[in-house]
């Protein structure tokens, strides 16, 4: 735990568990809090985790049967260790978490600009008094920062010195040796303890949470379980629902009990409004189904014909801004939201199908493959799916950014949106919005091919979008027509 062993946090995890027959043991991260060593943010978990267990079974008031249990950092570091666990530890409960934290931040490909720098900021400033009330206060003085210019002094703008994690992030790509240390993905075929995971269709974490799912599925792991809600982050409906597998699927382990009987994925269908079970991640039956961008701002199943690009231009200096969905920072609103003023912007495209005649359910992965040319050689694409009801409001599911290099000749953006659960309703619409940005949750792009950290310039650029026989648009939903 990074974030002390008292507090609302602690107070959340361990009163539940406590109140119905856990013994519950929290452990400060190293450096945090009393803990002795220097704060290395996710880099020590394996080792002092595994040392703390180590010792746990060896108290004589602790039993045979011991639960992992924790969201976000403290679900990491239960993946961190899980394929070497005692045999005293009966379950796993990891939610919103994955097994490669920050991998999927700083890649080459997308920068989260947001969590990373809202992230670094909480933990240098933590343990200092009146922490949460500073934090709330220098709200405006952050969302200030995001522009800094160039981004490795933003830190400093807000805290008066430099956050060693946020200048780790902006210092080494996903690919870099530096974060090795941090990737316990290859470990996750090896777990063997019973695992129920908890996220959120828009949490940040999502992809990797699924990734890890999937592997224990394909390693034919059993017991385990994957509960994906219509969360954020930061939600207290997933909160409620990790302490609910806790108590339910860890505490009867724990005492060598079975579990109540439940299908193994049970997701929040969106759209239905309804939760619903299935045998696997992805479920059986969806099949990818394209939906090609048309001149006319339409989408539809049909191959595109002849017709010339349509265009807008995309500023780094006034950024298409993110709205709702996956978010992680304190004070902006994720999730579904209206998407109304975002679409009316200039540096917006959208392209939408007629009225559905059926329902149509989208379970799985989403991809989408956007042939694009930039008057510069730098340039994003940001890709993002929403539902548009009777009434003409368009509400976001999912999306993606890329980041390409060589954009000034037509390429093919191909981009993976986050995985989703979604009912299209009978007589409401599909719609694809094409943009270059989705600031700060994604750092803008300066359009000059300067490193992240020392970018000081901003280029603008005419963007074309592509969608003709040769360069058929379009986006790919694993679809079947709803019952």
């Known amino acids: 735990m990074p974030y002390g062993r008292s507090g609302l946090i602690a107070e959340q995890m361990v009163r539940p568990l406590a109140e119905r027959g856990f013994q519950v043991l929290v452990q400060s991260t190293r450096g945090t809090f009393g803990s002795g060593g220097a704060f290395d943010p996710l880099r020590c978990e394996r080792e002092d985790g595994l040392d703390t267990l180590e010792w746990l079974v060896k108290q004589p008031w602790c039993g045979d049967g011991v639960v992992l249990y924790g969201g976000s950092y403290l679900g990491y570091a239960q993946w961190a260790i899980a394929d070497a666990v005692p045999p005293q530890v009966k379950a796993m409960i990891p939610g919103v978490s994955q097994s490669a934290f920050t991998l999927d931040f700083v890649g080459k490909e997308s920068f989260s600009l947001e969590a990373t720098f809202g992230w670094g900021l909480q933990v240098a400033e933590q343990e200092g008094k009146f922490a949460l009330l500073r934090q709330l206060l220098r709200i405006r003085k952050e969302q200030r920062a995001w522009y800094t210019l160039p981004l490795e002094r933003a830190d400093t703008a807000v805290l008066g010195r430099p956050s060693d994690y946020f200048q780790n992030v902006l210092a080494h790509d996903a690919d870099s040796p530096f974060w090795q240390v941090l990737d316990h993905s290859g470990r996750v075929a090896d777990i063997t303890v019973p695992v129920s995971t908890v996220g959120g269709w828009y949490d940040i974490f999502l992809p990797g949470q699924l990734r890890d799912f999937r592997t224990l599925q394909e390693a034919g792991r059993s017991p385990i379980r994957l509960t994906v809600g219509p969360w954020a982050h930061i939600s207290t409906g997933g909160g409620q629902v990790t302490t609910a597998e806790a108590l339910d699927f860890g ?34 039956g969806y099949a990818p189904q394209r939906l090609h961008l048309h001149p006319h701002s339409t989408l539809s199943t049909e191959e595109p014909a002849d017709s010339p690009p349509d265009g807008y231009r995309y500023d780094p200096a006034d950024p298409t801004p993110a709205v709702g969905g996956v978010r992680m920072a304190v004070g902006v609103k994720s999730g579904r939201v209206d998407n109304t003023a975002l679409e009316a912007r200039a540096d917006v495209l959208t392209y939408t199908t007629p009225l559905l005649k059926k329902d149509i359910e989208a379970i799985g992965d989403v991809e989408a493959e956007i042939f694009v040319r930039s008057g510069l050689p730098y340039a994003d694409v940001f890709v993002r799916l929403c539902d548009v009801d009777d009434k003409g409001r368009s509400v976001n599911v999912c999306d993606g950014l890329i980041s390409l290099t060589g954009a000034d000749e037509t390429t093919c953006a191909t981009l993976r949106l986050w995985p989703t659960a979604y009912r299209f309703r009978r007589g409401h619409r599909i719609r694809v919005q094409i943009s270059s940005g989705a600031f700060p949750r994604f750092n803008r792009n300066p359009g000059t091919g300067e490193p992240r950290a020392t970018a000081t310039t901003l280029r603008a650029a005419d963007q074309l979008i592509f969608h003709d026989p040769v360069h058929p648009s379009a986006i790919v939903l694993p679809v079947r027509e709803a019952d």
Do not use: I, T
């Open 251 to 284: 505490l009867a382990l724990a005492r060598g009990e079975q579990p109540a009987e439940r299908a193994p994925v049970r997701l929040y269908v969106m759209g239905e409004e309804k939760w619903r079970d299935f045998p696997s991640w992805p479920p059986p």
